[in-house]
């Protein structure tokens, strides 16, 4: 049986830690202000290059970010107005409209990725080592109910 406490300090350690480092990289000097990007719009950015043929709808999008689908409407279409993102109907139902990454939106999250990643691996690298960042990655996604991905 779980310890109640144990979850709740697992939690709490968790949780603080996340915060932690979303704080730190909001701070860095990676984002692209010139284009209105920061870890906000990255994420949205990121999540478009990641899903299939870099198109998604909005619900699924809303998913994959973690935000309210007001504040992702409001997002997006700022990331439209500075052509990051455009939208498009729906192949598999011309009623909806799929967002896609622009060119121009794939090469600003190509750029900013490069310098994220590497504060990522800064932060994380200074306190663990490949196989306690495996470690954590494993247990990461078991909570979510996903495996790892084989290597390769």
């Known amino acids: 049986m779980t310890s109640t406490r144990l979850a709740v300090e697992a939690w709490e350690a968790l949780f603080r830690t996340q915060a932690s480092l979303i704080r730190r ?41 973690l935000l309210p689908q007001p504040s992702l409407s409001r997002l997006v279409d700022r990331l439209v107005a500075r052509g ?22 794939r090469a600003v999250q190509r750029e900013v ?15 663990l080592d490949d196989a306690q960042l495996a470690v954590l990655r494993d247990l990461c996604l078991a909570v979510v109910g996903r495996s790892a991905a084989p290597p390769g």
């Open 84 to 105: 990051l993102l455009a939208r498009e109907p729906d192949p598999a139902d011309r009623r909806g409209v799929v967002l896609v990454l622009t060119d121009t939106g």
């Open 25 to 65: 990289f909001g701070e860095q000097d990676v984002w692209s202000p010139e284009h209105g990007v920061g870890l906000r719009e990255y994420d949205v950015l990121y999540s478009l290059s990641t899903a299939d043929g870099g198109r998604s709808r909005l619900g699924a999008l809303a998913e994959a970010v």
């Open 113 to 127: 990725g490069r310098r994220h990643a590497a504060s990522i691996a800064a932060a994380l690298g200074e306190h």
